[in-house]
Nanobody, 119 residues
Framework: QVQLVESGGGLVQPGGSLRLSCVAS????????MSWIRQAPGKGLEWVSR????????WYRESVKGRFTVSRDNAKNTLYLEMNRLKPEDTAIYYC????????????RGQGTQVTVSS
């Protein structure tokens, strides 16, 4: 059974930083590309970043490029998201996700961690 457990969220002022972590179990983590997705209040899920199995290829949505950095440690079955220069519009529940064929809301994902950017 796929399990994804996120941590590291919290309340931060605009311009601040947070580092999210996600520990995976129930599947061979090193064999799968992984993503971070988020859901802002009153909005649908949106894709934030994707990293392939060996970290050689990484994608970001345009609004987080240059501020967010995704990484993974296959030996620890852990996915990370370093978030810098946070903005109020980054406020959302952040989910670690294992992409599968189909729409984003069908992807395997954890329970999420809340990130709130506010002064």
């Amino acid at each position: 059974q796929v399990q994804l457990v996120e941590s590291g969220g919290g309340l931060v002022q605009p311009g601040g930083s947070l580092r999210l972590s996600c520990v995976a179990s129930g599947f061979t983590f090193s064999h799968h590309p992984m993503s971070w997705i988020r859901q802002a209040p009153g909005k649908g899920l949106e894709w934030v970043s994707r990293i392939n199995t060996n970290s050689a290829t990484i994608w970001y949505r345009e609004s987080v490029k240059g501020r967010f950095t995704v990484s993974r440690d296959n030996a620890k079955n852990t996915l990370y998201l370093e978030m810098n220069r946070l903005k109020p519009e980054d406020t959302a529940i952040y989910y670690c996700a294992r992409p599968i064929e189909g729409p984003i809301d069908s992807w395997d994902r954890g329970q999420g961690t809340q990130v709130t950017v506010s002064s």
